[in-house]
């Protein structure tokens, strides 16, 4: 039973006075397993929101389903078992974050013993625990998304939607949501989120799918996107300058000389053979270092190709 399924999902919007056909979801399917956090890429108006509206319920698709935990997310049970928070959290202003959470746990019929542990320990987790009775028109725009948060959580759920949880908090904020993310992941929690900061993708997420005109053009692992984006290695080992220059390198590489040590750059397709070599001649290595495109470049190759 995975948390997040989506099977053939498709959304038609109607737009303008002719009431033109807009698709923002062309037949998607995607699963996320436990202890997952999947990171959904896409450029502005690729459908990522549309999904998390759709797994949220908040819009119906035109077709294909959604379930959550096994649950259609049209049913209750599904979204009792889902945190979500929007791309632009909009509460009352005259409300307080204690005050958010004691309402978002009444509506998931959360005691009011268990949403006071609950809370204070989100409050202080999110470092709210001093503003937790202050009006939330007085909060920063990072405090309220780190409040929204923790409405969230309040309830305890299983399965996590995050829409843009980065949008608008500072570098100890996006630190402070990326650890919490990490935190409920060990805790055996599914979290599926979108977002454009790119270098936050690559320190907490497990798997990626990448989103472009509502066609699923990309989904895998983390670590596959790490493999795939090695542009060459860099070698650095030493050995006998002698013995190093009477060899044969793969790709006819020469070892350039540092100081008391050999430098090499060898394509991935050469790797295996230039450590080989190196290994039998019984030089010692100083290092390796794979050098890699960026996830900025991978992710811009990979939307203009699709």
């Known amino acids: 039973m995975e948390p997040i399924r989506i099977e053939g999902l498709s959304k038609i919007y109607r737009k303008g006075l002719r009431q033109q056909k807009v698709l923002a979801l062309n037949d998607l399917s995607l699963t996320v397993e436990e202890d997952v956090i999947f990171g959904f890429l896409g450029p502005n108006g690729a459908g990522k929101s549309t999904t998390i509206k759709i797994l949220s319920d908040l819009i119906r698709p035109t077709s294909g389903r959604a379930a959550i935990l096994g649950q259609d997310v049209r049913r209750p ?3 009792g078992q889902m945190g979500y928070l929007p791309e632009n959290p909009n509460y009352y202003g005259f409300l307080s974050s204690w005050e958010l959470l004691t309402f978002h746990a009444a509506i998931h019929g959360i005691s009011e013993p268990a949403m006071r542990e609950s809370g204070n320990k989100l409050l202080e987790m999110l470092e709210l625990t001093d503003a937790a009775h202050r009006p939330l028109r007085t909060y920063s725009k990072g405090m309220v998304q780190r409040a929204g948060i923790a409405a969230a959580l309040v309830h305890n759920p299983r399965v996590l939607i995050f829409d ?5 908090l500072d570098p100890i904020g996006r630190k402070l949501v990326m650890d919490l993310m990490l935190n409920l992941r060990a805790q055996g929690k599914t979290i599926f989120f979108s977002t454009h900061i790119l270098a936050d993708v690559e320190t907490v997420c497990d798997r990626i799918g990448v989103i472009v005109e509502g066609n699923l053009v ?3 692992a983390m670590e596959r996107v ?3 984006a090695v542009q060459y290695y860099h070698l650095v080992f030493s050995g006998s300058d002698s013995a190093v ?7 006819q590489t020469v ?3 540092q100081a ?3 430098v090499l750059e060898v394509k991935p397709e050469q790797f295996d053979a230039t450590v080989k070599i190196i290994v039998e001649k019984g030089f010692r290595f100083n290092r390796i270092e794979p050098k890699r495109e960026r996830l900025e470049d991978f992710f811009v190759k990979l939307t203009k190709k699709s």
């Open 77 to 79: 049970e599904a979204r």
């Open 164 to 168: 843009e949880p980065m949008s608008g």
């Open 218 to 220: 990309y989904e895998g």
């Open 226 to 228: 790490r493999s795939s």
């Open 245 to 251: 220059q009477e060899l044969s390198w793969p790709g």
């Open 255 to 257: 070892p350039r000389k």
């Open 260 to 262: 008391d040590l050999h």
